[in-house]
């Protein structure tokens, strides 16, 4: 099992609606998780940090995480053409603090 | 007033040559790392050093070599090139390591060996 999986999409969603991104992780001690935008051609960008369990908002996005279930999610509302980029998940492995990575989603906003 | 700067940006050079990327903050940062992101965009960690210091080293062929000279340069050495060495390099930095510490990255060096 990997350690960090996403599904790689593209993951097409209209202008205007919520885009929810997906992500899933092994390591059932993990304490840190993390969404980092990357548009093409550009370096990662920290979108939200999560470490409780529960949701988080902050402006159009929310992350949520169930540590039980061992996913964590990103929420995007009211999704925008500049919004479309690949949403990187990242967790941080407890036995040595090592940020792993997943594949990323990519989203497609259709104006 | 870049955060974190690497140099080149793009780097076109041939299979079995030595090169070096460069990498600075000026963000007063401890710690320091190296990713590779392939043609796939995986973003995998390479090497970490904190205060000058190597803390993860991973699994890479050791034609890699890390250099920090203080604590706001780690720069990257690659001897003997191979085809399988192209991606983009990113460098980034943290205030410190440990898990709740966010990333900074830089804005990555594209290499293609030929």
């Known amino acids: 099992q990997k350690e960090v999986e996403q599904n790689s999409g593209p993951l097409s969603v209209p202008e205007g609606a919520i885009a929810s991104l997906n992500c899933t992780y092994s390591?059932?001690?993990?304490?840190?998780f993390f969404w980092y935008r990357q548009y093409s051609g550009k370096s990662p960008e920290l979108i939200m940090s999560?470490?409780?369990?529960g949701d988080k908002e902050d402006g159009r996005f929310t992350a949520q995480l169930n540590k039980a279930s061992q996913y964590v999610s990103l929420l995007i509302r009211d999704s925008q053409p500049s919004d479309s980029a690949t949403y990187l998940c990242?967790?941080?492995?407890?036995?040595?603090?090592?940020?792993?990575f997943g594949k990323g989603t990519r989203l497609h906003i259709l104006p | 007033d870049t955060a974190v700067s690497q140099t080149p940006k793009y780097l076109v050079t041939q299979m079995g040559n030595d090169k070096s990327i460069k990498c600075e903050q000026n963000?007063?940062?401890?710690?320091m790392y190296w990713y590779k992101q392939d043609s796939k965009k995986f973003l995998k960690i390479m090497f970490s050093?904190?205060?000058?210091?190597?803390?993860i080293n991973e699994t890479v062929p050791n034609r890699f070599s890390p250099k920090s000279p203080d604590k706001a340069h780690l720069n990257l050495h690659i001897n003997s090139l191979e085809l399988g060495d192209s991606a983009v390099y990113f460098c980034?930095?943290?205030?410190?390591?440990?898990?709740?510490?966010?990333?900074?990255f830089g804005p990555g060096t594209r290499l293609l060996v030929l």
């Open positions: 050093y904190n205060n000058k210091e190597l803390i």
């Open positions: 999560i470490y409780s369990n």
């Open positions: 390591d059932r001690v993990s304490q840190s």
């Open positions: 963000l007063g940062h401890d710690t």
């Open positions: 980034a930095s943290s205030q410190a390591t440990g898990r709740l510490e966010t990333q900074y």
């Open positions: 990242a967790v941080t492995r407890r036995r040595d603090d090592k940020i792993i």
